[in-house]
């Protein structure tokens, strides 16, 4: 068979990969995929944190407290419609111009939105003007991070070698658990600087000025990451596609009108892994922090831990997170895909029928309820560093995955905790409806896992 019939994308046959240019090393990749995602997540988490710690009293003070936890939510939530959007412009630019620079230009736009959070007025100071503008912010996070995380997974998985696009697309994902313990981390501190007598709430001072100290160090974070980004050269798969001709004029329309079933399925693959992922995150520190048996009727009751306590917990649970989005990597590249996910989604549904057992179970199950919870997220999140790009051709990849992955966030991450906390006053405090709705979620993911194919041996530079 000739080499032109072997690759009808490459008359030319081998002799094609004289055209890459020169190719980034281990070390480079790594570090460019892992320290990009690790200062987005942070910036995403920092919001998380506060929104749960912070907010609610500072920008939705509604006299009731549960009703402000779900304004803080809400905001919360606003940046995953701002998502899809960033998808679409980021890949426009990462499919036309490059990876490099769009991944620059991400990063650039989710420190800045960042820092000026830390500076902007509360309540208090300008009224509902203080609440928009933190969602002015909060849409720019979601635009930045919309582009972020598919430029971060494509660099990963172009540029490794044979058999190992898993494992090398675990490490962006890595970001995710390193960013949490990095934002919480801080958190941590400056609440233990700033001690609260109410376990329950903040101190003074915290809510005067320590809540804004990890927002503003977010621009020394964005100054490393900027660094490593830019010593990158751009990926050999995306240099062959321009060289070759093969670069979409409209890449957006080019993936809706040729692959859009990739689209879907994409999306509803990453739909558990969002829920379960906010759950953890999100949901858990308000549940962790409520107190037994609150004396205002409109706080929920919850687990009774204080910040301090619960958190360290959360970060215990979070060094499982890490350990098996590493351990996925091989496992996904041995196993395929598809395969390895179905197992770990039927694991996911499991885990949310038994969410009232473990938490009743004092310490010892709040602990295992952790562990396991992190455990499965990173066994579920690890592959899809490699699985999303793999659904798609070179040409439309930075907008097709980020597409499947941000639209996921809306069906999945914008709306858990807001949903999670409704579900816990209907349950009266109780968890239970909050797991069934994992479990509800998790089957829909099972379904287009079912349905689609493996992608572990597809050529990454069609």
Known sequence: MSNSAAN???????????LAGPANPVSRVVLASLIGTTIEFYDFYVYATAAVLVFPYLFFPTGDATTALL?????????MIARPLGAV??????????RKTTLVAALLTMGIATFIIGLLPTYALVGWFAPLLLVVMRLAQGFAIGGE??????VATENAPPGKRAWYGTFPQLGAPLGFIIANGIFLIIAALLPSDDPSVPSDAFLAWGWRIPFLFSVVMVAVGLWVRLRL?????????????????????AVFRSHWRELILGTFYMLATYVLFYLMTTFSLSYGRAPVSPADPTVQPGLGYSYNTFVLMMIVGVVFF??????SGPLADRLGRRRML??????????????VPLLSADGVGVMAWLIIGFTLMGLTFGPMGALLPELFPTNVRYTGSGISYNVSSILGAAVAPFIAVWLWAVGDGSPFWVGIYLVAMSVLTLVALLIGRETKDVDIER
């Open 8 to 18: 009808p994308l490459n008359p030319a046959g081998p002799p094609e990969r004289a």
């Open 71 to 79: 304004a803080s939510f809400a905001v919360f939530g606003a940046a």
């Open 89 to 98: 412009f980021f890949g426009h630019l990462g499919d036309k111009r490059g």
């Open 149 to 154: 995380w598919s430029g971060a997974a494509l």
């Open 233 to 253: 050269v751009e990926s050999s798969a995306f240099e062959r596609a321009v060289k070759t001709g093969r670069v979409e004029r409209l890449p957006l329309a």
């Open 322 to 327: 890490a350990i098996f989005t590493l351990i």
């Open 342 to 355: 179905i197992w770990v989604t039927l694991a996911i549904i499991v885990f949310g029928l038994v969410w």
